[in-house]
């Protein structure tokens, strides 16, 4: 039975925090390095409904891809929500371990989690990390099908092959259009477009795509955007991470059960379609 600080030892070396963004706050925010660990509990979000379920797991160890404290703060008192989700977690010994854009970097990252669940064959980062020589780590991923599917189709695939969310997939471009090539960045992406266009892809799945940032994509030219929610996107790192623990694991004879969290922490809850109206071509304000 592994103490905390060994678990964690293992995990930063999965994901070293010093890969992280500048801004980033990863790492542990609370647990006791000498506290035993038996059960691990991965997920996106450091949400009261995911620290309940790593208490009712009765889970040592709480790992989610999301910080809690993103900009610091000076209390964690339970008068907020944060402040009660560290209440929850250090009432009953469960430690909290953040892996964020130290993750989105890593050889295999979030990115790489994302174009697994879309049956996609990686051929290199997006943008690459100059400090890999090996050219594997980095932003986002480049990626082929083994079979070309028109945009309609890819956008189905991706609808269906991603956790449903009240969102759904959105898709801007010529649904006939041939897919062969996709960039894929989990989480928000739109800060990337040079990059995608560099790359010559012809679709782009990614989230949080903005109105102005897409829409000058798209009368930029190609790629097509495939735009499905956050927590959808980097959900199946949650998958690979677990079964990157598992592995240390069994090689360490250390005897985790790791679990996976399938609550849903997308902050949407339903969607509502626009009902069909009569709409008028003529100008604001032109006679009838």
Not at 127 to 132: A, E, G, T, Y
Request: net charge negative; with cysteine; hydrophobic share 45%.
């Amino acid at each position: 039975m592994p103490a905390l600080a060994e678990v964690l030892t293992a995990l930063d070396a999965l994901w070293p925090p010093q890969r992280a963004e500048e801004w980033d706050a990863v790492g542990t925010v609370c647990g006791d390095p000498d506290q035993p660990v038996t059960r691990v509990l991965f997920a996106v979000d450091p949400v009261q409904a995911v620290a309940d379920e790593a208490v009712r797991l009765g889970a040592d160890l709480l790992v989610t891809h999301h910080p809690l404290y993103l900009r610091g703060t000076t209390s964690v008192a339970a008068s907020t929500f944060k402040g009660r989700v560290v209440h929850t977690l250090i009432k009953h010994d469960v430690a909290l371990h953040v892996a964020h854009t130290n993750a989105d970097r890593a050889d295999p990252g979030v990115s790489d989690a994302l174009a697994g669940a879309l049956d996609l064959r990686v051929t290199a980062p997006l943008v690459p990390d100059p400090s890999d020589p090996a050219g594997r780590r980095g932003l986002g991923r480049i990626c082929e099908l083994d079979v070309p599917l028109s945009l309609a189709a890819f956008g189905e695939r991706v609808a269906a092959r991603l956790p449903r969310t009240a969102q759904g997939v959105r898709v801007a471009g010529d649904p006939e259009a041939t897919v062969r090539t996709v960039a894929v960045c989990g989480g928000s992406g739109d800060g990337l477009f040079d990059a995608v266009r560099a790359a010559g892809v012809d679709a782009y799945v990614t989230a949080d795509l903005r109105h102005h940032p897409a829409s000058e994509a798209r009368e930029t030219g190609p790629p097509a955007l495939v735009d499905a929610a956050h927590w959808a996107t980097e959900w199946p790192w949650v998958e690979q991470a677990a079964a990157q623990l598992d592995e240390i694991s069994d090689r360490n004879a250390w005897g985790l059960r790791t679990h996976i969290s399938h609550t849903v922490t997308d902050p949407w809850t339903a969607h509502a379609s626009a009902t069909p109206q009569a709409h008028t071509t003529q100008p604001s304000g032109a006679p009838n």
